[in-house]
């Protein structure tokens, strides 16, 4: 079954930089759309980057452009999450999902597949 595991979360300064990762598994992802979500405490879940698995599709959140570069590594079945110039306001749990299809990318309702989580906390 498909299965989704972030890891690389964790306590950093402002400025600093965190690479996330997403390790997922259970079948091929040729054609799949792979994103990023965030989600603060009592704010909703909110969409950070996306990339077709095969390349060639990425979109970014305005609030995370120029900063943040989502990636991956087909051999290692890995989707990652570079995060330079980290600010008080990434301060989330950062969610990998993964659906089929190659639409709504953007858009939280649209993934089929989710990992657990990984906390991002950046002190001021």
């Known amino acids: 079954q498909v299965q989704l595991v972030e890891s690389g979360g964790g306590l950093v300064q402002a400025g600093d930089s965190l690479r996330l990762s997403c390790a997922a598994s259970g079948r091929t992802f040729s054609g799949y759309a792979m994103g990023w979500f965030r989600q603060a405490p009592g704010k909703e879940r909110e969409f950070v980057a996306a990339?077709?698995?095969?390349?060639?599709?990425?979109y970014y959140a305005d609030s995370v452009k120029g900063r943040f570069t989502i990636s991956r590594d087909s051999a290692k079945n890995t989707v990652f999450l570079q995060m330079n110039s980290l600010t008080p306001e990434d301060t989330a749990v950062y969610y990998c999902a993964a659906r089929g299809g190659r639409g709504g990318l953007t858009i939280r309702s649209a993934y089929d597949y989710w990992g657990q989580g990984t906390q991002v906390t950046v002190s001021s």
């Open positions: 990339e077709i698995w095969s390349g060639g599709t990425i």
